[in-house]
């Protein structure tokens, strides 16, 4: 039983360092676990080796504190925070994670936290105060206008960013706010809401010291207004670290050391190690922990010194131990037990065997047991305890600084202490490492409210709204495509003027034709990098329910439907009546506009599943090769091999292409004469191309691009909707 003693004594109090009495919030986590499947290379050949990410971290993050996850460089910071944030795919994270007592789960994290990424992702031409409206507009609800300001206005106040409120956020080619104001205008999107919990990924990267100071002083204040703030950071400055409440520092995914900043010089004198003068004593426990790392024994040891409070053999100048006692082979594994990673002699990582016998664990736990001496089997045995709950009269409150305590038990008389304590003094305090009972408000979280704070419909006018500013304040890529079609119409309508009327000119219509469909193709490939930037702003809004991908896919698409009328029109007016083409015109700037449209769609399409836009014009450019080869220009849709017939039918040029002929040539006038000097009428080209020349036909061609324009949008929103997530698996 844990905290009963070899004597038979019981303590029933603990006095403990750092840590009030009574747990009073914040998020707690259990024996968390995150194991990935990763190749090495081991003789010359390739074998899949399971690797521990993080392992069986337990801890806790008080409410109305700035929690900071340090440590060294491969230590598994992001990952702690990624699984504390529910960004680790459900079923690859082990351990429970509760919020206020009650376990969590990624939709009451979504409605009750922000994720504050390390890259600031803001739409570069809108101004702090819009930035802000717009977060406030999605987060806030159908509140009144005036309440919205209200709330924009006091985070501009409180994040000191009165100065900037009408400044562009900028980027690379636009002047805007510094980088320490963007990185407070991107807290401030997420914190719009007043979310319980914030995490904060690397704040300070890439900022001067002075900035830095400044967003973590910011950070400091919105803690104590009663959020759980956590963070991670890499080599705080000492101003930085006044401003820090709680340490969790990992190594190699392990637990070294969780508790207040200032109990770091006594957990260090425990260990045996004194700061010396004039070092910073988080600092001097990083240097520490990779000088352990760097050793035979590795950071294990000091895993175990966290876990048990017994004191790590300590190392000579060459990084050996001094006082290692080498281990007898290790017992059998028990049925289901999982290995734990341990470094031999040679600085292999080697497998160790979990489960420990009863009688070692015993000897651990007893504070009254003083003679056990350090062993590399030692190490292993600490590493592989795993309490089980007591009694719950026998509980105790959680440490912030695991192993150092002093027990009296029920009688009148006190444990003898010395005024130098020896680590083996201490022993392990269950609590430490399973949740503490905490009686939290559950029916706060049963009226969180509906999942989103707007409707459908209200969703989707912000976001055209939103939408079309950008579009006002960046209109280079509306008036490039513009201008290419306008002088590209003024080409092809100077090129084809007058054409004979033999089969020369009727080939060369029909080329006009393929060329038009292709350039239209051709214009909306600029689409890839637009919405690849703009992709990395949805994944960071609707990770916290902001709004719906359903709501983001529509009101891109009314949003762009005005322009790329505007440009169908452009062009259609320019060459239909140059070249005096035939059929209505309606029709033929229909059959443009659908074509715009169909393409348009299939390329956000694409640039939704590429990771990036040099991969986005690629595939672009390879499947426009394709749609041409195979819309029947080349050989006519009776002619290809009935085994690519499938890819005429999903070339989107086929439609467009066909339409435009039917219109131009659906009537028995004729065009020409043939070499034997035959009178060519439109039916019979329409016939020579095995096209369909009834009226009905022709409106299919419109019906299938405005299909596959549906079809194009339905499985963008699908990527966006199941895909794009930034979400460890």
Not at 60 to 86: E, F, N, Q, R, W
């Amino acid at each position: 039983m844990m905290g009963t003693a070899n004597n038979g004594h019981r303590p029933d109090i603990a006095i403990e360092i750092g840590k009030p009495t009574h747990f009073t919030g914040g998020v707690e986590f259990s024996s968390l676990t995150y194991t990935i499947i990763k190749k090495e290379e081991e003789d010359g050949r390739w074998v899949s080796k399971e690797v521990d990410l993080l392992h069986k971290i337990t801890g806790y993050a008080p409410k109305g504190c700035i929690t900071a996850v340090m440590g060294p460089s491969g230590a598994g910071k992001s990952t702690l925070l990624d699984g504390l944030a529910g960004r680790i795919a459900s079923g690859s994270l082990r351990g429970r994670v509760s919020l206020d007592g009650m376990d969590t789960s990624p939709s009451l994290i979504k409605r009750t936290s922000a994720y504050i990424m390390q890259d600031d992702r803001l739409f570069p031409m809108l101004t702090v105060y819009e930035t802000l409206m717009f977060a406030a507009d999605f987060r806030l609800g159908p509140i009144s206008r005036s309440e919205k300001r209200q709330r924009v206005e006091q985070l501009i106040e409180q994040l000191g960013l009165s100065t900037t409120r009408n400044t562009y956020i900028g980027d690379e080619g636009t002047r805007g706010v510094s980088g320490g104001e963007r990185r407070r205008v991107s807290i401030a999107v997420d914190i719009i809401h007043g979310p319980t919990l914030l995490f904060l990924d690397e704040p300070t990267s890439g900022l001067d010291s002075t900035s830095a100071h400044s967003v973590i002083e910011k950070v400091h204040d919105i803690a104590r207004t009663g959020s759980t703030v956590i963070l991670t950071i890499h080599q705080p400055s000492s101003r930085i670290q006044l401003l820090l409440d709680h340490l969790i520092i990992l190594a190699r995914g392990q637990l070294m050391y969780q508790g207040s900043p200032k109990d770091v010089t006594l957990h260090l004198g425990r260990m045996g190690r004194k700061v010396p003068k004039g070092e910073n004593s988080i600092e001097y426990l990083i240097d520490v922990i990779q000088e352990y790392d760097q050793s035979e024994l590795g950071v294990e040891a000091l895993a175990a010194f966290t876990l048990t409070g017994m004191k790590p053999p300590s190392l000579s100048a060459d990084g050996f131990s001094t006082s290692i006692v080498l281990p007898s082979p290790a017992p059998a594994p028990r049925s289901g037990q999982r290995a734990n990673e341990m470094r031999d002699n040679s600085g292999k990582s080697v497998r160790l065997q979990s489960g420990a016998d009863d009688e070692f664990n015993n000897s651990v736990r007893s504070p009254w047991n003083t003679s056990r001496s350090w062993t590399q089997s030692g190490i292993m045995q600490a590493l592989k305890f795993t309490p089980t709950r007591q009694h719950p009269d026998h509980r105790l409150p959680m440490s912030s600084s695991p192993g150092y305590y002093t027990y009296y038990t029920n009688s009148s008389d006190m444990l003898q202490s010395t005024p130098t304590p020896h680590s083996s003094d201490y022993t392990v305090n269950e609590n430490d490492y399973l949740t503490p009972d905490v009686a939290p408000d559950k029916r706060a979280y049963l009226h969180l409210g509906p999942k989103f704070s707007n409707s459908f419909f209200l969703e989707t006018w912000i976001l055209m709204r939103r939408n079309f500013i950008n579009i006002r304040r960046t209109p280079e890529l509306f008036l490039s495509r513009l201008m290419v079609l306008i002088v590209m119409g003024i080409m092809m309508a100077t090129m084809f003027w007058h054409p004979p009327k033999n089969m020369q000119g009727i080939t060369d219509r029909i080329s006009f034709f393929i060329f038009t469909v292709c350039l239209f193709f051709f214009s909306s490939n600029d689409a890839v990098p637009a919405f690849i930037q703009e992709r990395f702003i949805f994944v960071r809004e609707t990770s916290h329910n902001a709004y719906r991908a359903s709501s983001y896919t529509i009101a891109g698409l009314i949003t762009y439907l005005p322009f790329l009328a505007i440009q169908a029109a452009a062009y259609a007016v320019i060459v239909w009546f140059a070249l005096k083409l035939r059929g209505p015109f309606l029709y033929f700037l229909l059959v443009l506009c659908m074509s715009l449209l169909s393409t348009n769609s299939f390329v956000v399409f694409v640039s939704s599943i590429v990771p990036n836009y040099i991969l986005g014009y690629a595939a672009v450019i390879a499947f426009t090769a394709l749609f041409f080869l195979f819309c029947g220009y080349f050989l006519n849709s009776h002619d290809i091999p009935k085994y690519w017939k499938w890819m005429n039918y999903i070339s989107t040029m086929t439609y467009p292409y066909e339409g435009l002929l039917m219109n131009q040539y659906q009537t028995p006038i004729s065009f020409g004469k043939n070499p034997i000097g035959q009178e060519v009428t439109g039916f019979g080209i329409l016939n020579s191309l095995h096209i369909r020349t009834e009226e009905s036909k022709k409106w299919e061609k419109v019906y299938f691009m405005l299909g596959w324009a549906v079809l194009y949008r339905i499985l963008f929103y699908v990527v966006l909707r199941f895909f794009s997530k930034n979400q460890r698996t």
